[in-house]
């Protein structure tokens, strides 16, 4: 089964990206233990300063779409909502590399 | 020291992505004896038939920049141009996450 991947760009509203970020480590860390997130890394960008890009790898994308229905995935998305002002993701199909 | 990472897109020549995928995949091999690199993920798209999405995880910028003056990753590059069509390149800064 191929892997999923996906680069989702958060956009937050004016003056709540630390506090967006601050979730989304939360988010981060609490993917430790779940085996089939394999990256959930949280990034900035310097030329976008209400940005926020999550780097995503699952084992599969239905494994990615399971875990959007878990108690801990809507518990935190109901806590961002509020301080997002958009989102778009990239989705992309891992072949390989480092890393994975 | 801030880590430097990339979303880097490339796109191939009509029929060339799978050629270029290959060398990019070769890259990503040597690229596992590079300590400075933590990730270098090769992915594609389904939504995009020509593309060829990079993910890119370097110790930092300095690196990152150092890396490009490699003679294996301009032998690798040498290669891969006659393939590309065009490179694009969202520079991010990995904050922290699962798989860093």
């Not at 875990?67 to 992309?92: F, H, N």
Request: glycine share 6%; with cysteine.
């Amino acid at each position: 089964m191929s892997k999923y991947g996906a680069y989702v760009k958060f956009t937050a509203k004016s003056g709540e990206r630390q506090a967006l970020a601050d979730i989304l480590l939360e988010a981060a860390a609490a993917a430790q233990t779940i085996a089939d997130c394999e990256i959930y890394i949280i990034n900035v960008s310097d030329d976008e300063p209400d940005a926020i890009w999550v780097t995503e790898v699952w084992s599969s994308a239905e494994a990615h779409q399971a875990s959007l229905s878990q108690p801990e995935t809507k518990e935190s998305i109901s806590r961002a909502m509020p301080l997002i002002a958009g989102v778009e993701s990239i989705p992309v199909m891992p072949l390989g590399g480092k890393g994975l």
